[in-house]
């Protein structure tokens, strides 16, 4: 597959302080492609100069074959940007914004269809101030999506939601995947980067420490962690066999008589894989 | 339709459409006008109250509408990221600052429009002796208040100060300048701030057209100072002016 985005070498200073140094990554066309990282990390730096919102002082970056720094109108026809902060137009309503955005573009897509798309058909005529919160994020989305992207940059995409708004959020960036499009999204969420990506970077102090599937980043087949209580003192094994360790345990525990108090077989998450490799760094 | 056009027409309704706008920039000259109106009468040095004031009226539009309206319209677009995601589409930038500005001019000639009707209808104020003046005057100053709009726009770093920073400038402009009332009796220190203002000369431009009938080109000086500060102000604004909201993180 081809890559939508390449990036080699990139780096970016403020005023002598180094936010990006040195990051390099492809994202292949229809992937969904996550950038984790603590608040200063350099994901959003690194964001914005794919975006074309900033320039970049060292390295090589094409975005869909474009130097997004040049700014091209060709370029800005092919991408979709939904910011983290954003206000819709209050005193339009969601058809007549999406109608609005549309007209910037030579193709885009079919205005009713996108509304439908985000899930708004039944506010299409209602002004955007109308709008309930989540409402408002989808909207977000569908102006990025009227002029039918190739790629889509989500900066933290379901920041403030409810676990259910979160829950259609998602199901909404799976079926834009199902549609073809590359998706770049940023996210301080883990569990929605192990749901939606197909592949995820972290970032920590300007650099990728960690790039891969989030299955291979949990360590794929590695360790499984076996917990229980004994006389109320918490046990944890650790083992990459869990299937005869656990039948080790449970036949012990019935020998004996004995209950395993809250038994729990877990594999670490993506979570407790990214704290470690953030506690990596501060040593 | 043009996209030029499209984005146009859009400005206008978002315009219109909203309450603020409307009531403050677009009525609030003119009710200031239907009150001012109805206290003065007689001349005011040599015309009729009326239709001094009325030129007075259109100054402080000028400046409430192509400078602080503007102004504070583009703060609120940029800190609220609508022009950070504008940015991210192919419309192109001038396309979309020409729109705003055209969109601008469009209010102020609407306003300086009710404001001759209505002081004809209440006030017996006069029409303007001379039109094609009159009407460049206007376009002269609508273009560079709209320029000093977007250099204050760039200077202005938050949407909670940009009424109040606009309204610190707007209103003692105008009232130093000689839009309520003669400044000839203001004391000298006042009257030599309004003279480094470009709204008194502005003042000077239309007030000529308008009452003496006098060609445009009869006061250079005065369209060189309003042509100067709209100069300086792109300046300003080309160097300044942002797309994305201010980081105050």
Redo the contacts between chains.
């Keep these: 597959m081809s890559a939508a985005v390449e990036v080699a070498g990139l780096r970016k200073a403020y005023g002598g302080i180094e936010a990006v140094r040195g990051v390099d990554f492809e994202i292949r066309s229809g992937e969904v492609f996550g950038l984790l990282g603590p608040n200063g990390a350099g994901k959003t730096t690194t964001v914005e100069i794919l975006?074309?919102?900033r320039e970049r002082d060292a390295g090589t970056v094409a975005v869909l074959g474009f130097d997004p720094a040049r700014g091209e109108?060709?370029f800005?026809?092919r991408?979709?940007?939904v910011?983290q902060?954003?206000?819709p137009?209050y005193?339009?309503t969601v058809r007549?914004q999406h109608a609005?955005?549309a007209?910037?573009?030579?193709h885009p897509r079919d205005v009713d269809e996108t509304v439908r798309l985000v899930g708004l058909e039944e506010k299409a005529n209602a002004l955007a101030k109308t709008l309930s919160g989540g409402q408002k994020r989808r909207l977000d989305l569908g102006?990025a999506l009227v002029?039918d992207p190739d790629l889509i940059f989500l900066d933290e995409p379901t920041t403030g939601f409810d676990p259910a708004a979160r829950r259609a959020a998602w199901e909404m960036i799976r079926s834009l995947r199902s549609l073809g499009k590359t998706i770049l999204l940023t996210t301080h969420y883990l569990d929605e980067a192990q749901e939606l990506c197909d592949r995820v970077a972290v970032m920590r102090d300007g650099e990728i420490v960690r790039i891969g599937t989030p299955d291979a980043l949990r360590g794929g087949e590695a360790e499984a962690e076996i917990r229980y209580r004994r006389d109320g003192e918490q046990v944890v094994v650790r083992t990459r066999e869990p299937t005869r360790a656990l039948h080790e345990l449970t036949a012990a525990a019935l020998a004996d008589g004995r209950e395993l108090d809250e038994l729990e077989v877990r594999r670490p998450s993506l979570e407790d894989v990214y704290l470690a490799l953030l506690d990596e760094d501060e040593s | 339709m043009s996209l030029f056009a499209h984005q146009l027409r859009a400005e206008q309704k978002l315009f219109w459409r909203s309450r603020e706008a409307a009531i403050f920039v677009f009525l609030f000259p003119v009710m200031l006008f239907l009150l001012l109106g109805a206290v003065y009468s007689d001349e005011i040095e040599g015309h009729p109250a009326a239709s001094w004031l009325l030129v007075g009226l259109i100054g402080y539009g000028v400046a409430n509408t192509a400078f602080g309206g503007l102004a504070i319209f583009l703060v609120l677009r940029r800190e609220a990221g609508i022009l950070k995601r504008l940015r991210s589409t192919p419309l192109p930038s001038e396309v979309y600052l020409g729109a705003v500005v055209a969109s601008t001019l469009l209010v102020f000639a609407l306003q300086t429009a009710a404001l001759i009707a209505i002081g004809r209808l209440f006030y017996g104020a006069e029409l303007p002796e001379n039109w094609p003046a009159l009407v460049l005057a206007l376009i002269l100053g609508a273009i560079a208040f709209a320029g000093m709009g977007f250099a204050l726009a760039a200077l202005i770093r938050s949407s909670e100060g940009a009424s109040p920073v606009v309204n610190v400038i707007v209103l003692p402009m105008a009232f130093l300048s000689g839009s309520f009332g003669p400044t000839r009796e203001y004391p000298a220190f006042l009257q030599a701030v309004a003279d480094v203002l470009p709204l008194k000369y502005f003042l000077e431009l239309v007030r000529a057209a308008y009452l003496d009938g006098d060609a445009i080109w009869d006061n250079p000086s005065a369209i060189a100072i309003v042509a100067a500060w709209g100069a300086v102000a792109y300046a300003v604004a080309a160097r300044r002016f942002r797309w994305a909201p201010v980081d105050r993180s």
């Design positions: 975006e074309g919102y109108a060709a800005r026809a991408i979709g940007v910011l902060i954003s206000e137009f005193n339009l007549e609005m955005f007209r910037y573009y030579e102006l002029g």
